[in-house]
């Protein structure tokens, strides 16, 4: 790892800690109230709030977890640190595409 | 009963990167150093056997060897404090290239301490006063915990990122880089920090402290390292690096 790779591995950690308080929070308050499917839709489909939240929360998660994971290969694995970061950005690249596909189905009215 | 003098019984590295332990007695005696050990089997009992020591007073850092699973240097550790049940193992330092039997080869761990750039670069002339420096300033006192290293190259053979991680600079290379970044009359910190900032430098520190636990000088390579992690993050960000 290098001080680049670093530093956005910090600051993406820095970035996900409110936003992961947050989620829980909204786990426990969807499943407490009951709360269906419909419901939840009702409240974030054209939510520019709700999108900007789970938009940033997606692109910490891809940046963060690919870092990690490319440290992982780089360590425990015969990779070469070059086949290293392109694999691990692959996954990056992957658990971006999932995350937003996910959060465009749940904001786009 | 028997009345034969108490025995330690020792078994030593013997051969390269391939080898095997073979097993010694030894007397047991009072007051009793693992080099010492090591001495009675080499003039006593197998002449052939390799090992390196100078100073034997904890000074030069020539004797380290993994006692017993650890690397300690073994001038300064009494049998007493490390052997079990009577027993000792010793070989070669570990995470690098063995030379043969207990002797490692330490030219990987200073290759990489010229590769962080652990020499003084110096940034006045001889014409030049001599440089004043507070010994109560926070660079002096920062640099003074980390200059007492001896080079014995026993936090490397700890380090287990040295261990996974080839390029790793390891914890000595990086503690005489941070020393030298606190050294005010030094002029080769643009060079260091991007040395040390690099793949393979300090952000490969997984902070276990196994450099810190077993450095006989009782330093903390660990707190150099985060020291050195903290001083590359912010050049980082002022685009220095």
């Given at each position: 790892m290098n001080v680049g790779l670093y530093v956005w591995?910090?600051?993406?950690?820095?970035?996900?800690?409110?936003?992961?308080?947050?989620?829980?929070?909204?786990?426990?308050y969807a499943t407490r109230k009951g709360l269906s499917a419909a419901d939840i839709l009702s409240r974030t489909r054209g939510s520019l709030a709700w999108a900007a939240f789970y938009g940033a929360f997606v692109v910490a998660v891809a940046v963060h977890a690919a870092i990690g994971v490319r440290n992982?290969?780089?360590?425990?694995?015969?990779?070469?640190?070059?086949?290293?970061?392109?694999?691990?950005?692959?996954?990056?690249?992957?658990?971006?595409?999932?995350?937003?596909?996910?959060?465009l189905a749940v904001v786009l009215p | 009963?028997?009345?034969?003098?108490?025995?330690?019984?020792?078994?030593?590295?013997?051969g390269v990167q391939e080898g095997r332990y073979e097993t010694y007695k030894v007397p047991l005696r009072e007051n009793q150093t693992v080099l010492d050990v090591v001495t009675f089997v080499q003039r006593h009992l197998d002449p052939t056997l390799s090992y390196r020591f100078a100073c034997r007073v904890g000074m030069c850092?020539?004797?380290?060897?993994?006692?017993?699973?650890?690397?300690?240097?073994?001038?300064?550790?009494?049998v007493t404090t490390v052997a079990d049940g009577g027993r000792l193992e010793i070989g070669p330092l570990a995470n690098l290239p063995v030379i043969k039997d207990l002797a490692a080869d330490l030219r990987p761990f200073f290759d990489k301490w010229q590769q962080a750039k652990g020499v003084f670069a110096s940034s006045q002339t001889r014409e030049d006063d001599v440089a004043r420096v507070r010994p109560d300033s926070a660079a002096r006192i920062a640099a003074d915990a980390a200059i007492?290293?001896?080079?014995?190259?026993?936090?490397?053979?700890?380090?287990?990122?040295?261990?996974?991680?080839?390029?790793?600079l390891g914890p000595a290379a990086l503690n005489r880089?941070?020393?030298?970044?606190?050294?005010?009359?030094d002029a080769g910190n643009p060079e260091r920090l991007r040395s040390v900032a690099a793949s393979g430098g300090c952000h490969a520190c997984?902070?276990?402290?196994?450099?810190?636990?077993?450095?006989?000088?009782?330093?903390n390579p660990t707190a150099s390292i985060a020291g050195l992690k903290r001083r590359t993050m912010w050049a980082y960000v002022k685009g220095e690096l």
């Open positions: 591995q910090r600051l993406t950690a820095a970035v996900m800690v409110p936003l992961v308080l947050l989620h829980v929070i909204v786990i426990f992982v290969l780089a360590e425990w694995s015969p990779l070469k640190d070059r086949d290293a970061g392109i694999l691990a950005s692959a996954f990056g690249v992957l658990l971006f595409l999932l995350g937003a596909r996910a959060v | 009963m028997s009345d034969s003098p108490p025995e330690l019984t020792v078994s030593l590295w013997r850092g020539s004797c380290a060897m993994t006692v017993n699973g650890r690397p300690r240097w073994t001038c300064r550790t009494h007492e290293c001896i080079n014995c190259a026993i936090c490397y053979a700890a380090c287990d990122t040295v261990r996974w991680n080839s390029d790793y880089a941070w020393a030298l970044v606190n050294d005010e009359r997984h902070s276990h402290q196994s450099c810190q636990e077993l450095c006989p000088q009782r330093l």
